[in-house]
């Protein structure tokens, strides 16, 4: 019989019943993500509960990656930590590896645990033609509107974030696939070590604040400005940073953090190169 504790991963029907509606389960318990069901009819996703799923079929991952592992333990200073929940919102490190390009026309990057697995991906959608012609011959787009969808291993939208146009200050919108608000990611300053305010509803639940001028790592903390995760940069190697567009990040969060502080924590540090920082290879 399948019980709860050996039910995999995955996207089930709603157990409390809401209707062509799929919850996130963990491999431990049901998460607050939800997603629209549009294959499964309304009466057979009401009645089954989370003892009757049946177990889907995963592939098993692979063993560690040691390159993984040195980019966390050696480059980015952190010392392994026991098994998260498998997702990502419930690991805690998220390894974010942008994807090497010689010219980059679309912001791609692959988000791993801290053993190499992968968890996600974030892809930059809705370019014209026009917006790649112009990041081809200049870096005129890092003033232009971006929008990313943060996706998990299936593919599966989690979070949208859209940074409209700007001139000066970046500001980012982070909404749910079905948009509906989550909050805003905001700078705060020009010069010196820049900051952001993570904002919800008009008040400030966090910030995100670069430790050099440079912006390259960035401690996060929450509204009483007590450190709840750490952004670090590892550096991607000579080849890339001359010949590419590569940034690799490891993001560590200390604990289970609150919604929609966690949501913002994730959105921020999967993003980092285009929510958050001028490019610093182009004109900016």
Same mark, same amino acid.
């Not at 909050?183 to 050099?212: R, W």
């Given at each position: ?8 991963? $995955? ?15 963990? $491999?431990?318990?049901?998460?607050? @993500? ?7 009819? +309304? ?30 333990? %050696? ?23 942008? !994807? ?13 645990? %801290?053993?190499?697995?992968?968890? $996600? ?9 026009? !917006? !790649?012609?112009? &990041? ?10 971006? #929008?990313?969808?943060? #996706?998990?291993? @299936? ?7 859209? #940074?409209?146009? !700007?001139?000066?200050?970046? &500001?980012?919108?982070?909404?749910? /696939?079905?948009?509906? /608000?989550?909050?805003?990611?905001? +700078? ?34 929450? @509204? ?5 995760? #750490? ?20 993001l560590q969060i200390h604990y289970q953090l609150p919604e929609p502080l966690l949501s913002l924590v994730v959105a921020t540090a999967l993003t980092v190169d285009t929510a958050l920082k001028q490019d610093s290879r182009g004109l900016g």
């Open positions: 019989m399948t019980t709860q504790s050996n039910i995999s991963a $995955g996207w089930y029907p709603d157990p409390h019943g809401a209707p062509q509606t799929l919850r996130y389960w963990d $491999g431990a318990q049901w998460t607050q @993500h939800t997603q629209a069901d549009q294959q499964q009819p +309304q009466a057979v996703a009401q009645h089954i509960s989370p003892q009757h799923v049946p177990q889907q079929a995963t592939q098993q991952p692979a063993g560690p990656d040691p390159r993984v592992q040195r980019q966390v333990q %050696q480059q980015a200073g952190v010392a392994p930590s026991g098994p998260g929940g498998g997702s990502l919102f419930t690991e805690p490190v998220l390894v974010v590896n942008q !994807k090497a390009k010689l010219i980059e026309l679309t912001n791609e990057y692959t988000v791993m645990d %801290q053993n190499g697995n992968q968890l $996600g991906s974030v892809t930059e959608v809705g370019q014209s033609a026009l !917006k !790649k012609a112009l &990041r081809f011959v200049s870096s005129l787009d890092q003033f232009m509107t971006h #929008r990313l969808e943060i #996706r998990d291993a @299936h593919g599966q939208p989690q979070l949208v974030l859209t #940074r409209p146009a !700007k001139l000066l200050k970046s &500001r980012v919108v982070v909404s749910r /696939p079905d948009g509906s /608000p989550v909050g805003e990611i905001v +700078q705060q300053n020009m010069i010196g070590k820049i900051n952001f305010a993570m904002v919800v509803d008009g008040l400030q639940v966090g910030a995100i604040k670069a430790e050099n001028w440079r912006a390259w790592n960035f401690a996060i903390v929450d @509204h009483a400005g007590n450190e709840v995760a #750490r952004i670090t940069k590892t550096w991607e190697g000579l080849a890339k940073t001359m010949f590419t567009t590569a940034d690799n990040y490891v």
